[in-house]
């Protein structure tokens, strides 16, 4: 096993993307255009762009002993991450279910299948990639209780902790957010973590210090097409995103927080970091799919240098 400065542990899954000319409302049946099969998974997305940007990554995670497995393995094998980590269980591998609408939103229903699998026993057992790594990222598609055994056991080894919490978990551990360095919740996963609305500027500033108060060191808010908010403590600063035409947003997410771990694992500021990875999210939205929407890193820095001049206080 090679050492690894980034460290993903989390969730594979297959993503089924259905075109629909809207999201369905409740009783609503509508005729999808299309139906396409990615990788995906927050988990493996992240780790894949953060291997295309130029990360040392490995991962921890399951899929299943089926041909959806084996496709996964061999999308994160090409560009770069060590899945050793990545055990194949007697289970479906799991899948993502993704509308996409007209104005390229999304919505997204998971079946966890082998994500299930990575367990506090399975990261015992793997023990020694959480001790030759840097930075940890964690996202909310496997088991809370695994996401949650790892924040400890990273804290305990002194390692930097990124949580991306997506899903929004429907409760947290007050005691787990001082162990996190840097959260990235968008608007709505900042209001379910903290039970406050957050849909304005000013509101999601207000209500990112309450994460703040609670011990996480840096709440970077992603804003969609608006860009990002950095809060820590009092200071607050707004990063717009660069201007393009959106054509699917599944992974931009993912590719922002993947963004922000390689920039600092490489010595860039939290600022730095916060205009690579709207650029890194900005590109990935122009193109269809999860992981084959990620750009590489000569793409990013083309427009990084533009970007990095564009910041306005919050």
Not at 21 to 27: E, L, M, R
Not at 97 to 106: G, L, M, T
Not at 196 to 223: H, M, S
Not at 290 to 309: K, L, T, Y
Request: aromatic share 4%; net charge negative; proline share 4%.
């Amino acid at each position: 096993m090679r050492l690894s400065r980034l460290l993903v542990v989390g969730s594979l899954n297959m993503d089924m993307v259905v075109s629909v000319p809207a999201i369905p409302k409740v009783g609503e049946t509508l005729l999808g255009r299309n139906l396409q099969k990615h990788p995906g998974g927050k988990g493996a997305n992240q780790a894949y762009a953060a291997a295309s940007l130029g990360g040392n990554v490995s991962m921890i995670g399951a899929v299943g002993k089926d041909e959806h497995g084996v496709t996964l393995l061999d999308s994160l094998k090409s560009a770069g991450v060590d899945v050793s980590g990545v055990k194949q269980v007697d289970c479906n591998t799991g899948l993502a279910i993704i509308y996409v609408d007209n104005n390229s939103q999304n919505c997204i229903v998971v079946l966890q299948g082998a994500n299930n699998y990575v367990d506090e026993e399975y990261i015992d057992e793997l023990e020694s990639y959480i001790k030759d790594t840097e930075w940890i990222i964690l996202q909310m598609e496997i088991p809370q209780k695994t996401v949650e055994y790892v924040i400890r056991k990273g804290a305990e080894l002194n390692k930097k902790i990124l949580l991306n919490p997506a899903p929004a978990p429907e409760s947290f551990p007050e005691e787990l957010y001082k162990m996190i360095d840097i959260i990235t919740p968008n608007e709505v996963e900042l209001e379910s973590l903290t039970g406050l609305p957050a849909k304005t500027r000013e509101q999601i500033i207000e209500v990112a210090k309450v994460l703040n108060k609670k011990g996480v060191k840096q709440v970077i808010v992603t804003c969609g097409d608006k860009g990002a908010i950095l809060v820590n403590g009092e200071n607050a600063v707004h990063f717009p995103a660069p201007e393009v035409k959106a054509v699917d947003t599944t992974a931009a997410g993912d590719t922002f927080t993947a963004a922000v771990a390689v920039a600092l694992s490489e010595g860039k500021t939290i600022n730095e970091a916060i205009v690579f990875a709207n650029c890194s999210a900005s590109i990935s939205v122009t193109r269809p799919g999860a992981q084959s929407s990620i750009p590489s890193r000569r793409e990013v820095e083309e427009m990084f240098g533009d970007m990095s001049r564009k910041k306005l206080d919050a």
